[in-house]
């Protein structure tokens, strides 16, 4: 199948927005909706390097979607459409399924394909997406802006997708729930919808809950403090050792956020589960502990992208 | 160099806008023009296939920028900003000329890094580029909308690139002039903006004059009759053969364009040169003639993506 039936047959089907103009132009157009801040966000997904080869494409694509979706809603943005950069090899079994899983992922999600490109000739997939949303104006949620004396709160649970990675990896065994944690994660877009201009900070737990505490403590300017023992797992931990593999594994598309202590966060969080885990104090960096002993800090917060 | 020192010491100072929140946010945020439609668009570059391994890193760095801004100008859009994906080999000087070479690019044409995302681990450079722009409401190009009578135009000349193509591979003797159509195309912006609610059809030449042409005439269900001594190359032409050799090139990044008959095209280009190569009539394909004499379609009218 080449490039321009795999578009008319594959992706042309999700295209159902009029902004996709049918993936018969050179771009798509869209009329925002009035007065709303646009976010604008992009992240790759590479064999080898995000994903494992043998991954199934469908999953691969919820995955593309997932993460890109987690940066709106970490902006507290509501998503509109995305774009698409499929690049690799003319597999057409891989790619037939990576555009049927793309579909459900979008179905899921309530987004439409707006376009895009699509390559072959490469030796394994390189996958871009384009994810499109907005936000009322002065509500996006950015990194800095946590005060001392917020508390600090993050959603569902963390650790399970580093469980997953391990079931993937076949170092642990099988088990659908948390290979679906790994490969399949849920933006957790009406929770970031809400904290919109009510949360002091923000962002998504990609690459390890402390790490990811790290860079937004960095951004604001303040220091952490987290009670080790608060933060919510899927599987309970053996041990410290276990606890601090679980906050440096990172792949939880959580919402790790800061907001003012008399929010009643739980009430805006709706149905979405959300933990305090800290408190923002004055100072740089994290401070751990664990039911009031002081943890140090672990050499590894996370993933580091070398 | 790992991704955060590259991101911060090469691709920051290319995100001068506000939307671009110092690239130190999950995503970009950006308040459209009032009452403009926005427009998309995203791109693929890949080595091997769309450029070659050795070409220097900022002429990748152009094009990718160069043939994502050709299809704003191809919809009428004025740019607004990008989004950069960029994965590859952690190869620290090749990294290095292709922000330098982007950080001109998006001098020359106006427009800022706003975000995205890199990734190394990979054998070659895979590049994805989202561009954003806007138009009036109404007023965006598109490939539907040629109707019998109105004249067909193109822009600039055809061919150059196909010949630089040839040199860069070693085929053709050194030709700076023929080199730069072919790695650092100029997206024909002013005339898309000018086109806008003007042009009844429009799109820009990526894969060769007549398949593209064949594009819009399929799109807009009529007959374009192109007089093929008319086209405008930048180098004479070696007879038959040759000339139809130039109008399957592709590369050109020039617009094709259907308007009114009574439309004061070359006015309205200004500064751009324009040629009239033909007419849309009735019917379906392309017709071609060489001074009133027909010419038969030739097997290949360009690239087709495999």
């Keep these: 199948m080449n490039e321009r039936d795999y578009i008319a047959r594959c992706l042309a089907p999700l295209a159902t927005s009029p902004a996709a103009r049918g993936l018969c132009d050179d771009a798509a157009v869209w009329q925002p909706p009035l007065g709303r801040a646009l976010v604008f966000t992009h992240d790759v997904l590479a064999a080898g390097v995000h994903f494992l080869p043998d991954d199934p494409p469908a999953d691969v694509a919820w995955k593309l979607l997932a993460v890109n979706l987690s940066d709106l809603a970490a902006m507290a943005a509501t998503p509109a459409g995305v774009l698409l950069g499929l690049a690799g090899p003319a597999d057409a079994g891989w790619r037939a399924g990576f555009a049927e899983g793309l579909g459900r992922a979008l179905a899921q999600f309530g987004v439409a394909l707006w376009g895009g490109d699509t390559v072959s000739g490469l030796a394994a997939p390189v996958l871009g997406l384009t994810a499109i949303g907005w936000v009322e104006p002065g509500r996006a949620l950015g990194r800095a802006g946590a005060r001392p004396g917020d508390a600090l709160w993050v959603s569902g649970s963390i650790g399970d997708a580093g469980l997953g990675l391990a079931v993937a990896q076949g170092r642990a065994p099988f088990d659908k729930a948390l290979l679906n944690r790994f490969r399949r994660p849920t933006p957790r877009l009406a929770l970031g919808a809400a904290l919109g201009g009510v ?26 403090a987290i009670d080790l023992a ?13 606890l601090l593999a ?29 933990t305090r885990i800290g408190t923002v104090a004055a100072g740089t960096g994290l401070s751990l502990s664990l039911r009031d002993a002081p943890v ?11």
Tied chains: 1, 2.
């Design 199 to 224: 949360a002091s900070a923000g962002l998504d737990v990609s690459d390890g809950l402390l790490i990811d505490a790290q860079r937004l403590a960095a951004a604001s300017g303040v220091m952490l």
């Design 230 to 242: 608060a933060v919510p797992l899927g599987r309970p931990a053996a041990g410290l050792d276990d």
């Design 246 to 274: 679980r906050v440096t594994a990172g792949d939880d598309y959580e919402l790790l956020f800061t907001a003012p202590a008399d929010v009643d966060v739980v009430a805006l969080a709706g149905k979405t589960p959300v």
């Design 296 to 306: 140090a800090l672990p050499a590894r917060l996370g993933w580091e992208h070398q």
